[in-house]
């Protein structure tokens, strides 16, 4: 069982930045993929990023934050990160980190979410 909690939303200007965190419980971190998904209002949740478990070599993207955000890991934090750059007000959203086993493609283990507001 993991257990997420996320950290570091909040109201940004459009062009500006934020940092979010993705703390998680337990002592198997590394070896878990992780993701950040985000639910912007009355829209369905949809994928952001990911990155591959252990040393995070590889990363993924969705189209429209490609560029502007990147996602890491700090596996001795035991936390996953989003930096995201260059907000714009469609940015708007509750944004969820989750994880998954190795070998497995759904996501398994959520956050609360945590909300960014890119005033227009």
């Known amino acids: 069982q993991v257990q997420l909690v996320e950290s570091g939303g909040g109201l940004v200007q459009a062009g500006g ?8 419980s337990g002592r198997t971190f590394s070896t878990y993929g992780m993701g950040w998904f985000r ?22 993207y969705a189209d429209s934050v490609k560029g502007r955000f990147t996602i890491s890991r700090d596996n001795a934090r035991n936390t996953a990160y989003l930096q995201m750059t260059s907000l714009k007000p469609e940015d ?29």
């Open 17 to 24: 930045s934020l940092r979010l965190s993705c703390v998680a």
């Open 92 to 120: 708007t959203a509750v944004y969820y980190c989750a994880a998954r086993k190795i070998g497995f493609t759904e996501f398994e283990y959520w956050g609360q979410g945590t909300q960014v507001t890119v005033p227009s």
């Open 39 to 60: 639910q912007a209002p009355g829209k369905e949740r949809e994928f952001a990023a990911a990155i591959s478990p252990w040393n995070g070599g590889d990363t993924s």
